[in-house]
């Protein structure tokens, strides 16, 4: 059990060249997304290259790749998740708001509007219970079976569900964004595909698959470990990871409880927000997880290396003290399936 101490970063540094560009912006705090953009650009022109390669395309393709592995692609994914609970720029700028997902994401494995449709429409509106098409509630989450059937149902059926979820809703300008803005992606690729099928698996479509894989086992990670007395609440069905390269890099992602308390509170708070309300998160015998992310989350779980898991866990004030045997007890408990439900209690 660990004690806490965060070292997770406050705010991002950005050149000073930028700075006349915080005028458009709602928060002068995201003036960072700008500079993230540009870098991005500078991924998606390397992409527009590769079609242009020629006979070297396999040669600089995984070059290409650990490029965007490397440098932007889980910076881009985080801040397309900023940008679309609070929006960039100023409502007389917000035409620009449209180079995220339609311009850097194609080339970051997003196809324009499904994230915000199924992250903003759905998700949230659902939190992890019986209606969330992503819900991990019904299986047991620490079996790399279940996550395999969760993870194809998502890739074959995802997005006919959430047409299909919208529709039962009657949430028809969601809808309408989802079926422009995916099958505007996959006309372009089925017209690359006959120009150039190699560079077109390559920059788009494999990033697409890639990406969809990671956010399943992201989302897994995120809401593993929930309680079924309780699991329409956050502090019971979400987790916290700190201290992690990940929040450094991803805009302090891990903070995924008080994500869901308050979907809009900024990135550069979430650090203090644990700290000052540590007794809620300790009355709530919420899970915080030193020193690892989601996806180790998720692989531990697969791996079923509890001792590790339980010996990254917080030991947070007012929380029961647990000994090992104890905390893995309780964790192997939170991973059992639960019935689904659509009531929601906080």
């Known amino acids: 059990m660990e004690s806490l101490s965060i070292r997770d970063p406050r705010q991002g540094d950005v ?130 079976s279940h996550w395999l059937h969760y993870w194809l149902r998502f890739m074959v059926l995802g997005l006919w569900q959430l047409a299909g979820y919208h529709r039962r809703k009657g949430n028809t300008r969601l809808l309408r964004r989802l079926i422009i803005g995916e099958g505007a992606f996959w006309l372009v690729v089925a017209g690359l595909l006959l120009v150039n099928p190699a560079a077109t698996l390559v920059v788009f479509v494999g990033p697409v698959v890639l990406v969809r894989t990671l956010m399943m086992a992201g989302n897994w990670g995120q809401h593993a470990f929930v309680c079924a007395q309780q699991p329409g609440n956050p502090y019971r069905s979400s987790i916290t990871c700190i201290n992690t390269r990940y929040n450094r890099r991803c805009f302090n992602d891990g903070y995924h409880i008080h994500h869901h308390v308050q979907a809009r509170c900024h990135y550069t708070e979430l650090p203090a927000e644990l700290e000052r309300n540590l007794a809620r998160y300790g009355a709530e015998d919420a899970l915080v997880f030193d020193g690892l992310d989601f996806f180790q989350v998720w692989l531990l779980l697969m791996l079923k290396r509890w001792r590790r898991l339980a010996r990254a866990v917080v030991q947070l004030p007012g929380a029961p003290a647990r000994d090992e045997s104890e905390m893995i007890a309780f964790l192997k408990q939170r991973t059992q399936p639960i019935e689904p439900t659509s009531a929601r209690a906080v």
Do not use: Q
């Open 15 to 144: 050149p000073a060249f930028l700075r006349p560009a915080a005028a458009l912006l709602g928060d002068a705090r995201d003036l960072v997304f700008v500079w993230l953009m540009l870098k991005c650009a500078l991924v998606g022109i390397a992409g527009v290259a590769l079609f242009f390669a020629g006979p070297h395309l396999w040669y600089l393709a995984p070059l290409y790749w650990l490029l965007l592995g490397a440098w932007t692609m889980d910076r881009f994914i985080l801040m397309l998740h900023c940008t679309s609970h609070r929006p960039l720029f100023k409502a007389r700028h917000r035409a620009l708001a449209t180079i995220i997902p339609w311009v850097l994401g194609p080339f970051h494995g997003e196809t324009p509007e499904t994230y915000f449709v199924h992250h903003m429409g759905m998700h949230h509106r659902e939190e992890n219970l019986g209606d969330d098409l992503s819900s991990t509630m019904g299986y047991h989450r620490d079996r790399l």
